[in-house]
């Protein structure tokens, strides 16, 4: 079964608004990990944030992770045009194979200008 | 220079037929991934290959068949192609840190 799931499936903002999506999983994991991906590419990774972190930062992105509820959120502030991308979490659980991460269905986010 | 590169980007055949992707990795990462990205963007593992050594290997037809020729290469085969197949295949190593680094994947359509 899909691991993790992601809340929106789309969400449309207007540039300047910040951008929050949300993940559940539903076993324990090693650590969760967030990528974008541009229409038509490769994803790229964003940050990865462990089991025993609650918080991470990277520029505009900020990543919460609550193991209790086995949620993560992304939040994109000030978003710009160039933000418009699907966001997937994927996370590295404790059971799983050898170096296996588990995609969600991803979050399409459109950034207006 | 591309750090992982797939060949072919696309690719168009007929039900039946026999097709391979390459893909290449320039960044010396012990582990290699194939992903399967669905129509609904939905991202499914398929084999994994660490150091030339399969460690990997998901609920997949066994018309799929991995190769990894050497450290910095996997390939991947498939027989008898069906319509189910028509997917973007994603190549992956992964980092030191554990991130995923992706090809810009290889979409393959089956007529």
């Known amino acids: 079964s899909q691991q993790g799931e992601e809340d929106p499936q789309a969400l449309s903002i207007q540039e300047g608004e910040n951008a929050t999506m949300n993940c559940s999983y539903k076993t324990s994991i090693n650590n969760l990990q967030w990528y974008r991906q541009n229409s038509g590419r490769g994803l790229v990774h964003l940050i990865l944030?462990?089991?025993?972190?609650r918080e991470k930062h990277s520029g505009r992105l900020r990543v919460t992770l609550d193991t209790s509820k086995k949620s993560s959120s992304l939040l994109i502030t000030a978003s710009r045009a160039a933000d418009t991308a699907s966001y997937f979490c994927a996370t590295d659980g404790k059971q799983t194979s050898y170096g296996k991460l588990t995609f969600g269905q991803g979050t399409i986010l459109t950034v207006h200008p | 220079d591309t750090a992982v590169s797939q060949t072919p980007k696309y690719l168009v055949t007929q039900m039946g037929n026999d097709k391979s992707i390459k893909c290449e990795q320039n960044?010396?990462?012990?582990?290699m991934y194939w992903y399967k990205q669905d129509s609904k963007k939905f991202l499914k593992i398929m084999f994994s290959?660490?150091?030339?050594?399969?460690?990997i290997n998901e609920t997949v037809p066994n018309r799929f068949s991995p190769k990894s020729p050497d450290k910095a290469h996997l390939n991947l085969h498939i027989n008898s192609l069906e319509l189910g197949d028509s997917a973007v295949y994603f190549c992956a190593t992964k980092g030191y840190t554990g991130e995923l680094f992706f090809g810009e994947g290889s979409r393959l359509t089956v007529l």
């Open positions: 960044l010396g990462h012990d582990t």
């Open positions: 944030i462990r089991s025993n972190e």
């Open positions: 290959y660490n150091n030339k050594e399969l460690i």
